[in-house]
């Protein structure tokens, strides 16, 4: 982890414990986020497809991001170029805001939901977890725009460069191109 993500998270991990910081930190973000909301929206829940919802990730994997996008592990030049001009403070507070606002579902179910659950529960739900909020380490899926999750799934089954984690490699592969779909409208539909 690089010097400064320790430094973000230890402020992270000191609101936890101090409602009153997380509550400054917090509006502090809504502040810090101004350009965030051009493509992510004000609370969190992208502008377009494309885009992924911010709102309900963990603070900790929001840092997360951030520093992969500063060491280039994850590959987007406009995003790479946001990311510097955050100072330590200001990478808490984003990802604090974020983590607080509602995520509705994206999509309503369809018709093929149980489908996706199905495959959600046997490839995906051991890190993502049994309702697709994520964790620290790993991603909030519910209620993801279907777009993102159809273009993220497929870099990943493609090794196309802008995301490396191996293991997802591995379960994408094992899901199949032809069941991201299913995937897409399981988890834009969850709360």
């Known amino acids: 982890m690089a010097h ?19 509550q400054t930190l917090v509006a502090e973000g809504a502040k810090a986020a101004f350009f965030c909301a051009n493509c992510h929206g004000e609370a969190g829940i992208s502008r377009f497809g494309n885009v992924p919802n ?20 994850r590959k987007d030049a406009f995003m790479e170029g946001l990311m510097r001009v955050l100072n330590e403070r200001e990478k808490a507070a984003i990802a604090l805001m974020y983590a607080a606002q509602n995520v509705p579902p994206a999509t309503a179910p369809g018709p093929r939901t149980a489908q996706g659950a199905q495959l959600f529960g046997m490839y995906c739900a051991r890190c993502h977890q049994e309702d697709a909020h994520g964790g620290k ?55």
């Open 54 to 73: 911010l709102a309900g990730q963990h603070p900790q994997y929001v840092l997360t991001q951030i520093e992969a996008f500063l060491s280039g592990e």
């Open 137 to 191: 380490d790993f991603p909030r899926l519910a209620g993801q725009q279907p777009e993102y999750i159809r273009i993220s799934l497929r870099r990943y089954l493609t090794m196309s460069g802008e995301r490396f984690y191996p293991p997802m490699t591995a379960a994408v592969s094992q899901l199949g191109r032809d069941n991201i779909e299913l995937m897409a409208e399981y988890l834009s539909s969850l709360p």
């Open 4 to 22: 400064g993500a320790g430094e973000a998270a230890d402020l992270v991990s000191r609101a936890a414990a101090d409602p009153a910081l997380r």
